[in-house]
């Protein structure tokens, strides 16, 4: 083993390095001491897993201590917490200052070459230092994701329905249902698992044989995460591995990981708006690091994170936008549509609703919105104005009045249309062409959910950031009228 | 209120800002004098809307004046009138230079703070100094997009059918027509809406109440535009917002935002072709401002504007193409069937045209074309000839011969599927299992027209630009031959 | 004509223009000497193909030698012949170098301004001086891509179901065999075409007229085109065109040229995984030039090439995965099920392969496989090890085993998903819903194809590099399932 001294020296150099070739890098002061556990770490690491270590030694993360990053001016600041504690506030946030976090509720703690590790870093670790930023999340959907899945019955219902293996018994369908690995390969790599300790494991490695703790459900990046640590979310999702990029999380390539058709075509729609249009085509000269961001001089077209939840600036440093990490702290109606759109929900921990038909839905199948769990109109048009000053950083008050009145007739006539649709499922129910036991497993049932899911959806996402093709013939209105001509001509069968 | 020179000097700190920082700013004479008039917009909206101001700050208009882009060679100009009107000449092309021009014919012209402002600026408005631009744009078929589809019988009843919101009425489905807010969001998203002052309203806004004028239809940037001041089209469709970049214009996101799948896949074969992978691995070291625009030496693989209207030479200057803006100008065959494949029609106003059986389509349901409103063999192959000189740049003849041999083909076959299908849904019509009065509301009719509106398409665009997987599997000619199978068989009912 | 030395002296003005002005050129020595034949060509190419000679000027080919490509140490070493024949040791890599091999055996070899020229340059032209990347390419599947699917019968009835015209023969729909160009455009332009020499013409060139061969299905670029000098293959699949660069062919644009949905969603998968995410983030600061290619250093995020082809190394030089153009031999199980996975075959010569049941599959429609063909567990260890090394380089040894045991899982429970269908579709042949004959033409059997080459590979290649839509609402599971559903309820039909 070298002296941890040369290696020093030698890590030194390499971040010397990186700094000046890798043109991506988080700019920020040029070096910060490192802890003798972190030294430890990158000792066999950087041999072990080299781009890994690469990785965190472009981070931002590597070459500021807490102290500094306390003494930036407020609204230049990336901690939000008011005091970091003592260790963390002399030295590189390096590997064991995450990772050796409140290790006293980690189930994934292990001793580990004489330290004590834990392997999953959760959003209550990282809040440490952006305590805000921790607190915001776990309030919102995001974080409440795999239990707004898991603990609501329709959804649980549906999972089980698309995700379950079917085999033929004689001559009917049967099936059981999914598997852990299928779930955390479909659902819940966007929704989080819930990962477990289910005991140690020894597993060879270049340096002998060790144990590690054998996790169940993972790796898991899915925004709704269940850690050992009893936290919730996954900060990893959008500022991913260890290099914690704030450029990469303010990029809609993250947001796209998820929000992606059929059933969340946001993606595809800010691809084909005069948004993504700019975007691709002159992202190249966005300042993407700057904190506050601001419209003008840092970027041109908003990406995703620019109007939903990035703390946005004029270029004379006021502030148009605070920083919310509860992303469904801006938007006043959920287009999302279950099955109908809604006022957006109170609480994040959308599960815990209940409409007056006794399901955990924001609405009922003939529309009645469960207001009681939704926010009120004045909360509504609060946070539609709110909204519209960011717009209005580069558009004029006609143009921003004129596009949200067609977003609001676009997304009722879109839940006119499932409200068509669902009358014929009604139907069809009662004409026993489907049973609607589980309401997602017949062929019937399956155009329903279609419907709403896919299309109305498609047309709503569309009219909401102008993506023409999406609401059109991608999916949109061509797909919501065949659809629903087909379905009308199979509930006639048998007049 | 600040005084002028005062906010005037914060301003050109500002530009020499934009000039050093914004990579991706256009390069120009370092400064150009403001009019009086556009430095009191500014003079408010800088805090207003300072994305805006940012963003034409980063733009050619701010740093040149109409004798300055006159002096340039021929090759190198921008604009094309012979003369520019003495206010253009020696200022700035800033807010007032194009929201004050025409005033008399602007519907949309108001008084606001002192001056009166249009606040559509119209390819007519443009026209002052890009008159060659707008008048070849004025007559192609972009900036009559609008009546191509509302003065077209055929195109009516399918915008019709498609965008209405369907109600239950006992068991039928009944809709009416689509609303005003719904076209703009699909079909004249793209094809461009009617904007009319429907009268003027107050509104509240930072500097107090202000009288401005009510436009339906508003906002909308779709080519075929109907403008306040009588004119069609709308130049910020692909030189978007106040930078007006030529470089965004030239990029393929911006024609990838109408000319997409599943009914124009252009942008999604283009995507899968060669051009397209050589683009994105390479494009961040074209240069996409030069102009005359070189082969070669500015761009490597073409992007759309390059083969269909950009003016691009050789690295030593001599023109392989002249500018068009015109985009039916270069083209000899439209392969974006309907419902099959054509002649380029010879004007475009396409709704004027009239085949044998009296419909306002290029060619009959049994393939005869309305060759009067065509163009000739003659000018085909002057087209075809023109084409093929911008593939030499790169390509050899033997190349160029082949592929366009392929490509004939593909386009023949693909109607030769069309007509298929086309007898199919006759046979449908006459033993009455689908009702021919609206040719778009019921799903035989439905099958129909994903075939020549989607799938034939997918193998004309595929086989014009090399896209293997969109003329195969991806809407190509598995859906032609799988949708043609269920058609066949739903034609057999009853037999 | 000018004299051949002022023309020279013009192009090496135009090579500095291009070194100093080209970001995206490689990086290499400023300048090798050209050979008399290549200065020849160039003098009347770079006014007739200027875009082609100035690609070329920006290519490594075009600055350096043979013997200063010999020099470079082992591993930074791009050539692998031990030796470079004379002509190529001491001149550029040019026009002629390449398009000047193997002249005896090449069919389209013609006389063309006093020099033997071949149009088509090949794998085993190219490997004169890259041997071993010609030998490995030559030995999987790519360079056979044809062959295995003209010589396969179940493929080749696919390719003649899905590429045929359909012409209605009274009530019935009959077709022949697809054309050549349709093939081209279709299957053929990623399996590669057969190129032959049907005779010589006469075209009209800018320098008089002048004779070439005549050439079948050309152009074409597929991975297994056969070529007039007898070799199977298509280097410029991956390195297109006249700047060969390897930072296009690492790219992962270039693979998804062909990888692409339905049938092969690899390239959608890649752009909605972390992968991706990270990858169009922040690419542009990657070192896309670099041999060896370090992980950390020179790419955050892996592209395709990373894990499947490219020498990796650590930053310290160490060798992570050695370089294979054999793109079989990394992976141990073959996810693109026909119709289910399958340990990767020995050969890439897949329609040699012949099942119990007498197919040209590797796996019966029961699911048994042809074991003598595919490799043994043993080398699926080996190959995964291998792999496992290359994911280390950023991952802890807990994240891959989680990775690859959903993997496992995924991939075997979407062969079940098959397996049911296959049964569904057997049961359908049997009740004389469809004919087997040719089991692709019928819609029953349109939907059992759609369900193994669409769905189960998405639901296989989602897993594999963790596309959580792809698995599930977009062509996965949900397709999966409900297009099970309507299968099973068409084959309950008369029951």
């Given at each position: 083993?070298?002296?941890?001294?040369?290696?020093?020296?030698?890590?030194?150099?390499?971040?010397?390095?990186?700094?000046?070739?890798?043109?991506?890098?988080?700019?920020?002061?040029?070096?910060a001491?490192?802890?003798?556990?972190?030294?430890?770490?990158?000792?066999?690491?950087n041999?072990?897993?080299?781009?890994?270590?690469?990785?965190?030694?472009?981070s931002?993360?590597a070459?500021?201590?807490?102290?500094?990053?306390?003494?930036?001016?407020?609204?230049?600041?990336?901690?939000?917490?008011?005091?970091?504690?003592?260790?963390?506030?002399t030295?590189?946030?390096?590997?064991?200052e995450?990772?050796?976090l409140?290790?006293?509720v980690?189930?994934d703690?292990?001793?580990h070459?004489?330290?004590?590790?834990?392997?999953?870093?959760?959003?209550?670790?990282?809040?440490?230092?952006?305590?805000?930023?921790?607190?915001?999340y776990?309030?919102?959907?995001?974080?409440?994701?795999?239990?707004?899945?898991d603990?609501?019955?329709?959804?649980?219902?549906?999972?089980d329905a698309?995700g379950?293996?079917?085999?033929?018994?004689?001559k009917?369908l049967?099936?059981?249902?999914p598997?852990?690995?299928?779930?955390n390969?479909?659902c819940?790599g966007?929704?989080g698992?819930?990962?477990t300790?289910?005991?140690?494991v020894?597993?060879?490695?270049?340096?002998?044989?060790?144990q590690?703790p054998?996790?169940?459900?993972?790796?898991?990046?899915?925004?709704?995460r269940n850690?050992p640590?009893?936290?919730?979310?996954?900060?990893?999702?959008?500022?991913?591995?260890?290099?914690?990029?704030i450029?990469?999380?303010?990029?809609?390539?993250?947001?796209?990981?998820?929000?992606?058709d059929?059933?969340?075509?946001?993606?595809?729609?800010?691809k084909?708006?005069?948004h993504?249009?700019?975007?691709?085509?002159s992202?190249?000269?966005?300042?993407?690091?700057?904190?506050?961001w601001a419209?003008?001089?840092?970027?041109v077209?908003?990406?995703?994170a620019?109007c939903?939840?990035?703390?946005?600036?004029?270029?004379?440093?006021?502030?148009v936008?605070?920083?919310?990490?509860?992303?469904?702290?801006?938007?006043w109606?959920?287009?999302?549509?279950?099955?109908y759109?809604?006022p957006?929900?109170?609480?994040g921990?959308t599960?815990?609703?209940?409409?007056?038909?006794?399901?955990?839905?924001p609405?009922?199948f003939?529309?009645?919105?469960?207001?009681?769990?939704?926010?009120?109109?004045d909360e509504?048009?609060?946070?539609?104005n709110?909204?519209?000053?960011?717009?209005?950083?580069?558009?004029?008050?006609?143009f921003?009045k004129?596009h949200?009145?067609d977003?609001?007739?676009?997304?009722?006539?879109a839940?006119?249309?499932?409200?068509?649709?669902?009358?014929?499922?009604?139907r069809?129910w009662?004409?026993k062409?489907?049973?609607?036991?589980n309401?997602?497993d017949?062929?019937?049932?399956?155009?329903w959910?279609?419907?709403?899911?896919?299309?109305?959806?498609?047309?709503?996402?569309?009219?909401?950031?102008?993506?023409?093709?999406?609401?059109?013939?991608?999916?949109?209105?061509?797909?919501?009228t065949?659809n629903?001509?087909?379905?009308?001509?199979?509930?006639?069968?048998?007049?």
């Amino acid at each position: 083993m070298r002296p941890i001294s040369i290696l020093f020296a030698a890590l030194v150099t390499v971040a010397a390095f990186c700094v000046t070739e890798t043109q991506g890098a988080e700019k920020g002061p040029s070096a910060a001491p490192l802890s003798e556990e972190t030294r430890a770490c990158i000792e066999c690491h950087n041999s072990l897993n080299p781009g890994l270590v690469q990785d965190w030694l472009a981070s931002r993360h590597a070459k500021t201590t807490g102290e500094e990053a306390l003494k930036k001016p407020e609204a230049e600041r990336r901690v939000s917490a008011k005091e970091i504690p003592g260790a963390l506030r002399t030295v590189a946030v390096g590997c064991y200052e995450c990772h050796g976090l409140n290790q006293g509720v980690h189930k994934d703690n292990f001793l580990h070459a004489g330290y004590r590790i834990n392997v999953v870093v959760s959003p209550k670790d990282c809040g440490t230092c952006h305590t805000t930023e921790a607190d915001q999340y776990g309030e919102g959907k995001k974080a409440n994701a795999l239990a707004n899945l898991d603990e609501n019955r329709v959804f649980r219902a549906l999972v089980d329905a698309v995700g379950s293996v079917k085999h033929l018994k004689g001559k009917r369908l049967v099936s059981g249902k999914p598997s852990a690995s299928t779930l955390n390969e479909t659902c819940y790599g966007c929704h989080g698992s819930k990962i477990t300790v289910k005991g140690f494991v020894t597993r060879a490695t270049d340096a002998g044989d060790m144990q590690f703790p054998d996790l169940a459900n993972w790796p898991n990046q899915g925004v709704g995460r269940n850690n050992p640590d009893g936290s919730s979310g996954s900060c990893t999702s959008c500022h991913p591995r260890h290099r914690f990029a704030i450029s990469v999380a303010r990029q809609p390539y993250t947001c796209g990981q998820c929000h992606i058709d059929p059933d969340v075509p946001a993606w595809n729609v800010y691809k084909e708006s005069k948004h993504g249009n700019i975007f691709f085509s002159s992202s190249r000269a966005y300042n993407l690091d700057n904190v506050p961001w601001a419209a003008g001089r840092d970027f041109v077209a908003p990406t995703c994170a620019s109007c939903h939840n990035s703390l946005v600036s004029n270029p004379d440093g006021s502030i148009v936008a605070e920083r919310s990490h509860n992303f469904g702290a801006r938007p006043w109606v959920r287009i999302f549509g279950l099955i109908y759109s809604h006022p957006q929900p109170k609480s994040g921990k959308t599960y815990l609703i209940k409409n007056s038909n006794g399901l955990q839905l924001p609405v009922t199948f003939t529309g009645k919105p469960a207001s009681t769990f939704l926010i009120d109109r004045d909360e509504q048009a609060k946070r539609q104005n709110q909204m519209e000053k960011i717009c209005q950083s580069c558009h004029s008050g006609a143009f921003i009045k004129g596009h949200f009145t067609d977003f609001d007739v676009s997304v009722r006539e879109a839940d006119e249309m499932v409200k068509t649709t669902t009358l014929l499922l009604s139907r069809a129910w009662n004409m026993k062409l489907a049973d609607s036991a589980n309401p997602f497993d017949e062929p019937i049932e399956q155009m329903w959910l279609r419907q709403w899911l896919f299309y109305a959806n498609a047309v709503r996402f569309g009219a909401a950031m102008m993506g023409h093709g999406q609401a059109t013939f991608r999916e949109g209105w061509w797909d919501l009228t065949a659809n629903l001509a087909e379905l009308s001509e199979r509930t006639k069968v048998g007049e």
